[in-house]
């Protein structure tokens, strides 16, 4: 579960992981006074996220599938973290460019700690699955059988599907001196096996691939009483191992499965061709070094003596678990249609300002949108009615001149990409500044870019050395009187109409011209050469972001110290930046109220003495994943309020380009008050984080009954909001 990520970012799920390339020197501005110890290991911290992840699905009270789902999102997260985080730590310990943590540890220290920490985290993984998951599933009728379960029936009936569906597409490849050990792909599930020649009696070594093509879970006949019966495709082919090795003695087998380094680097200024340059580089990704070999705790010591120096892993990289290895594979089950035992199906709905006057009409986005801002809350309200219906009505309006967009993220068939190429092929400029470079979708923002360039459109790949994370949206449009209109969203999650349904994000659309001559002057920087410092509404990094930020702090900071009112509230997915966090405990030394709303990572240490009393953390994690960035300061009672793209990390600070805007209609300033006030209400279900960088789970009222979930509320409160529309 991730920004969109891959995790940070999991489309099959509520929750993602969020990773970054945070290797850099710390930028505190500390003058001496803050204690050393002040902030708590990034690497540790995530892994206590993703700790949060598996609680939900250990919790009985969460329906079973979508702790089935929580399970596989466990994995999923811990794969990335594995593939960016831990390897970038391994790279720069071997390279000699290890520079220490933002705790001051070197990295192979925390590398040990991250080992330990994850490797019991395994564990209790895999004792969630076996202990509680895999009985409520049982008893729900359905059923993860193991061979030894099966009856002759069942067997003569797997031995058909074997001989015609698998053994047409399995590929085991020998080792010996004519053939050397095979490439072992990441996360990809491998079956080892030892085989003795009864005629020679020597003893040969093979390596099978489980096929990624064919379903993990292999379903069996079901019985008469409707019960879903499921055998796991490793299981199945372990036992087929003789049909593979005719006439060959089987002595072992065993899975093993190894993550590598799938990180991506590019120089950028080296090279003419972006795009070109990225395609080689993922295609070298497949052939990382490997930085995890996860094994079945019965593998012998022949078979893994053999695994560890053909790889070159140590042993602390070895992670001996349970089978079945990769639990991600659990989002197959979780697909399972079986309503009763997922979470209650809630709809969209449209926000109150674009619902059409009258029934059975066509709703005027852009008349909507010049009445007066409208702020939308995904998923609680419709992305398709929304902003996919803004920037369709924009491809099909006569009177529409321009569109311009950032994409960082979208789905292959996304209908935002079909509405730019539909504008520019009606003659239309059309201007779409794509990221390429968005990790682990990078392939698919190539084929899309250049699908876009087929029709017309004008894509540029933003700046060298920065990501475009950024998420805006403008259109020109030519008014009845003649005059040029700007129509903006400015957002904090991605244009892709797949994640918008599991990802709770906010945007904001206008047509104030501020915003306009803001996001005019913004996009001229990330497609020309300009250098621009008037922007009036938004908050752009890396030149402006941190200083603005910090800044405001400081007026919180100035005004507790002289006794007047202050506050500060943030909505994040992650903050690490030490700049800021000083900031935060010079405020809180000052007398500042300080609410963080932290899905992930938090190198911030709340409620100690003499630094951060007055700062508390809250986490919410739950059927959608906690996505949107918001940032509140009291201002002595003139509140100001952005909203944007940013986390509070090095990365989004000094090498993205990111953009926060001002919120200034009342009703959205008490729209995000009853936000935070919901997510910070001591009858909220959330987790809380302690002094001592231990989160404790918070859900059970002193008469053990559940808390409220804050995202239910949140849509109960959008669709009573629809009932009762309010006039402008």
């Excluded at 190198?603 to 919410?620: D, H």
Aim: with cysteine.
């Amino acid at each position: 579960m991730q920004d969109e990520g891959a995790s940070d970012y999991q489309v099959d799920g509520g929750v993602g992981g969020d990773f970054s390339d945070d290797y850099d020197e710390t930028t505190s501005v500390d003058d001496g006074t803050l204690p050393a110890d002040r902030y708590l290991d990034r690497e540790l911290s995530w892994l206590h996220f993703n700790q949060r992840v598996l609680e939900l699905a250990e919790d009985p009270t969460v329906p079973l599938l979508e702790r089935v789902n929580f399970l596989a999102i466990f994995a999923s997260n811990l794969d990335e973290f594995f593939m960016v985080r831990v390897a970038g730590l391994k790279r720069r310990i071997v390279t000699g460019l290890a520079v220490p943590t933002n705790t001051g540890r070197v990295p192979a220290d925390v590398l040990a700690s991250i080992n330990s920490f994850a490797l019991e985290l395994q564990h209790r993984h895999a004792r969630a699955f076996h202990e509680l998951v895999k009985p409520a599933l049982d008893e729900a009728s359905i059923h993860v059988e193991t061979w030894a379960d099966l009856d002759d029936a069942d067997r003569a009936r797997v031995d058909e599907i074997f001989t015609e569906q698998i053994f047409p597409v399995l590929m085991p490849l020998a080792v010996d001196p004519a053939h050397p050990f095979p490439y072992i792909s990441g996360l990809s599930l491998n079956l080892s096996v030892r085989v003795r020649n009864p005629k020679t009696s020597k003893i040969e070594f093979a390596r099978l691939k489980v096929p990624t093509v064919l379903p993990r879970f292999v379903q069996l006949a079901d019985s008469s009483s409707g019960n879903l019966r499921f055998l796991t495709l490793e299981d199945l082919i372990s036992n087929h191992l003789h049909e593979l090795f005719p006439g060959m003695e089987i002595l072992e087998h065993h899975e093993f499965r190894v993550t590598r380094n799938e990180d991506v680097e590019i120089e950028e200024d080296e090279t003419e061709n972006l795009i070109q340059a990225l395609e080689r580089e993922l295609l070298r990704r497949r052939f990382g070094p490997p930085i995890r070999l996860e094994i079945t705790d019965d593998m012998d010591p022949v078979t893994l003596g053999l695994l560890v120096r053909e790889l070159g892993i140590t042993e602390q990289e070895v992670y001996r678990l349970p089978a079945p290895l990769d639990l991600g594979g659990l989002f197959e089950l979780a697909k399972i249609d079986r309503p009763s035992l997922k979470y209650p199906k809630h709809v969209p709905v449209t926000p109150v300002q674009l619902q059409p006057g009258e029934p059975n009409t066509t709703p005027d986005v852009f008349a909507s949108i010049r009445e007066g801002d409208i702020l939308v809350h995904h998923p609680y309200e419709s992305f398709a009615t929304s902003v996919q219906a803004f920037l369709e009505q924009a491809a099909q309006d006569p009177n529409v001149l321009a569109i311009k967009q950032t994409l960082y993220r979208t789905s292959g068939d996304s209908p935002i990409v079909e509405a730019l190429i539909d504008a520019a092929e009606a003659g239309k400029a059309v201007l779409a500044l794509v990221e390429i470079k968005a990790r682990f979708d990078e392939q698919n923002n190539i084929d899309w870019a250049r699908k876009l360039e087929k029709a017309g459109v004008h894509v540029v790949y933003g700046l060298v050395g920065l990501k475009t994370h950024c998420k805006l949206a403008l259109v020109v449009r030519q008014e009845p009187d003649g005059s040029l209109r700007s129509y903006s969203h400015v957002g904090t999650g991605n244009y892709n109409p797949k994640t918008s349904r599991i990802y709770e994000d906010l945007g904001l659309f206008t047509a104030d011209e501020q915003v306009g001559r803001d996001l005019t002057r913004l996009f001229n920087e990330l497609s020309g050469y300009a250098i621009e410092k008037k922007y009036k509404r938004l908050l752009v990094a890396p030149r402006y972001l941190r200083k603005g930020l910090l800044k405001l702090i400081a007026t919180e900071t100035k005004n507790a110290r002289a006794g007047k009112p202050s506050g500060i509230r943030l909505k994040l997915n992650s903050i690490v930046d030490e700049a800021i966090i000083d900031a935060l405990y010079q405020a809180s030394m000052a007398g500042v109220p300080i609410d963080l709303v932290v899905r992930g990572i938090c190198a911030l240490v709340p409620g100690r003495e003499g630094l951060s009393e007055t700062i508390r953390v809250r986490s919410v994690l739950g059927r959608y994943l906690e996505h949107s960035r918001i940032f509140s300061f009291h201002n002595d009672g003139d509140p100001q309020v952005y909203i944007g793209s940013a986390d509070m990390m090095h990365r989004n600070l000094d090498r993205r380009i990111e953009a926060l805007i001002r919120l200034s209609d009342p009703a959205h300033l008490a729209q995000i008050d009853e936000l935070f006030e919901r997510h910070l209400h001591e009858d909220a279900a959330s987790w809380h984080l302690h002094p001592d960088g231990a989160w404790h789970r918070h859900h059970l009222d002193g008469a053990a009954a559940d808390l409220d979930d804050v995202q239910n509320g949140l849509m109960k409160s959008i669709a009573d909001r629809r009932r009762s529309p309010q006039k402008r």
